[in-house]
């Protein structure tokens, strides 16, 4: 089973380095890379109900991260693979 990996490109989260996360999957290690599905959508509608929460937004599994970046995103990426091979 692959971990959903879903990058908000709505306009606020593109311009605060959404469009930096495009490439995330040239910094994942190879198994990294083949435990996740990675894809861009078109918004994960957390601008409006997140209270000290900044864009950009990424969505790993189950997980919101605010303020993504790639190490953060690798961060809950290896996180997820850890507890799955539990």
Known sequence: MKIEVKICMGTACYVMGGADLTT?????????????????IPCV?????????????VLVGDVMISEANVNKVREEISRQIEELSL
């Open 24 to 40: 995330l999957a040239d910094y994942l290690t190879p198994h990294q890379a083949e435990c996740v599905d990675i894809k861009g």
């Open 45 to 57: 509608d957390s601008c409006f109900d997140s209270k000290n929460k900044k864009p950009p937004f």
